[in-house]
């Protein structure tokens, strides 16, 4: 069975983002970018995969400017077979990247497809879903297990009271939770056999595909922020400050 | 406008999410209400007191009893045809079904929204609750999910909705629910808790984590909630953790125990009202934002605390 993961190239998650003085967005100027940590995560999961002999390979895709190269190259130093970059210098929305992967699944045909249950820039959480709706596939989201059987995966799901398990027929759409696994560190020997691995560009008009944007983004500002309050120096000067909130009598 | 929200239920009762959402859904216009399930009328006549809530469509039937996107999205974006809105609370289910309906309308999702500030423009956070973007869509119909914190609760009665039977769809047979876990828990849930104590990895063990903050969570009648650090290391269920990804909490107190207060932390609980930490490093960044900070080691300051209130 193919493989297709996705993955997107965000803010590295340790960076604070920092809101422009102009108001239109967040600053990516000179700041450090990596792979979505959920997405990660699927790489990872793909990858063991592979490894139990489960997928025959894994085909990892990214949408975004010429640097997503770099993602990319990340995912096949990972574990990666091969790489499908869709060239793009616009911010593609979930729908429009939902629609540019359905394209791809037509061609490539995938048993399963994988991707981060969000991205921590926009943090939208709709890719995945999007993408499973446009083909009509069975979606198993927020995993933090995934079991391949014989036509079938049976996804373990964190939810809000605790855990679901749902089997679904192949073909299907994961999305990764946290737990899913903990993703490795590539090798130094396989990053370097990583830069020799296949990595094709196309463009979403290329693939036909419409990734005009519905949302206009009119401002962007920085939240609220909280003061730092006072240090108290013992458990009943605490006690006295709950009191003083009405929590305790 | 007429607004189409997805009712949190759990097969017998409305959960507060829905309330959230609904306020939302009030600010653009009128108010009908998706309850899908199994047996669920009486969910649907308490769903019908809502205040401001017209008509409530309910779809009963067998397959709809765990509420499986693949099943529950065609039949959102059906009643679509006659609504301008589907509005669902971003919980779990929320987040798995409304961008199944978004793409089944061609329409792109509006996730997690803090305001409405027009019948097109809201804002919602990105980057972790680091910035606050402001949108408008050229979309016709709207999908839309309702951060539950950003809203008041509409009030659970002082409305008349009608009750209306609607064509529950067949099962899609791709997809099939096999069991759940569900954390049974007599606390307060996380998303509507008043006050909130809170564990990280300062703890050391899941032994440590429930021995020092269970008592304590009693004493106040709190909920419990944990770093996604905690969650890792096993101290605590996933349902737990608090944060960008897990659950996003705003209750009158947040008492935050052995937790540094990383970015991803923060998301989920900077608007709490009050924010009480206990560290034993001075410098956390969690003390950036408590309005009420301790330092000191846990092991000694948590159970004093027990004991004391």
């Known amino acids: ?249 | 406008m007429k607004t189409l929200v997805l009712v949190e239920h759990d097969g017998k009762a409305v959960k507060d999410a829905t309330l959230a959402a609904v306020t939302a859904a009030a600010k653009l216009g009128e108010v009908h209400l998706l309850v899908a399930g199994k047996d669920v009328g009486p969910v649907a006549e308490a769903a019908a007191k809502i205040a401001g809530v017209g008509k409530v469509h309910v779809a009963d039937a067998a397959h709809l009893e765990h509420q499986l996107a693949e099943d529950v999205a065609p039949l959102g974006a059906r009643l679509m045809a006659d609504h301008d809105a589907f509005i669902a609370p971003a919980t779990t289910t929320g987040k798995n079904v409304a961008p199944r309906v978004a793409a089944l309308l061609d329409v792109m999702q509006i996730s997690d929204i803090l305001s409405v500030e027009g019948e097109d423009t809201f804002t919602r956070p990105i980057y972790a609750g680091n910035a606050i973007s402001t949108v408008r869509t050229k979309d016709a119909k709207k999908v839309i999910t309702v951060r539950g914190t950003a809203f008041e609760k509409a009030a659970r009665d002082g409305g008349s909705g009608t009750v209306e039977a609607v064509d529950a769809g067949s099962h899609d047979a791709k997809s099939k629910f096999v069991s759940e876990a569900m954390s049974k828990s007599e606390r307060p849930e996380l998303t509507s808790a008043k006050i909130i104590v809170s564990g990280g990895r300062g703890f050391g063990s899941n032994e440590q984590f429930h021995g020092l903050l269970d008592p304590l969570a009693d004493k106040l009648g709190a909920g419990v909630g944990a770093s996604r650090a905690a969650v890792d290391a096993g101290y605590a269920p996933n349902d737990y953790q608090v944060g960008q990804t897990g659950k996003i909490v705003a209750p009158e107190i947040y008492i935050a125990i052995g937790i540094s207060g990383a970015i991803q932390h923060l998301a989920g609980m900077k608007d709490s009202k009050t924010i009480i930490a206990i560290n034993k490093d001075e410098e956390a960044p969690i003390f950036q934002v408590a309005d009420v900070g301790l330092v000191g080691d846990l092991f000694k300051i948590v159970p004093e605390l027990t004991e004391k209130l």
Do not use: C, H
């Not at chain 1, 895709?61 to 997503?68: C, D, N, Q, R, T």
């Not at chain 1, 691995?197 to 008009?205: F, I, Q």
């Not at chain 1, 962007?220 to 922020?225: L, N, T």
């Open chain 1, 1 to 249: 069975m193919k493989l297709l993961v996705a993955v997107k190239r965000v803010i590295d998650f340790n960076v604070k983002p920092r809101v422009k003085m102009d108001g239109s967005g967040v600053d990516l100027a000179n700041v450090k970018m990596s792979m979505n940590p959920f997405d990660e995560i699927a790489v990872e999961e793909a990858t063991r995969l592979k490894e139990k002999g489960v997928a025959t390979e894994v085909v990892a895709v990214s949408i975004g400017p010429m640097k997503a190269q770099e993602t990319l190259r990340t995912a096949l130093a990972m574990g990666a077979d091969r790489a499908i970059l869709i060239q793009t210098d616009e911010e593609v929305e979930p729908l429009g990247v939902a629609k540019i992967l359905a394209k791809i699944a037509e061609e490539e045909q995938p048993g399963m497809i994988i991707l981060g249950k969000q991205a921590i820039d926009d943090d939208s959480n709709q890719t995945g879903q999007m993408l499973a709706a446009l083909l009509g596939w069975p979606q198993g989201t927020f995993a933090s297990k995934v079991e391949v059987g014989d036509g079938s995966v049976s996804v373990e799901r964190e939810v809000d009271g605790g855990a679901e398990t749902v089997e679904l027929k192949l073909p299907a759409v994961v999305t990764t939770d946290l737990r899913l696994n903990e993703p490795r560190y590539a090798s130094l020997p396989n990053i370097m056999k990583a830069k020799s691995k296949p990595l094709a560009t196309k463009t979403p008009d290329e693939l036909g595909v419409d990734v005009a944007r519905r949302l206009e983004t009119l401002k962007v500002v920085e939240p609220a922020k909280r003061q730092a309050g006072v240090k108290v120096a013992s458990v009943d000067e605490l006690v006295g400050k709950l009191k003083a909130l009405g929590v305790v009598k």
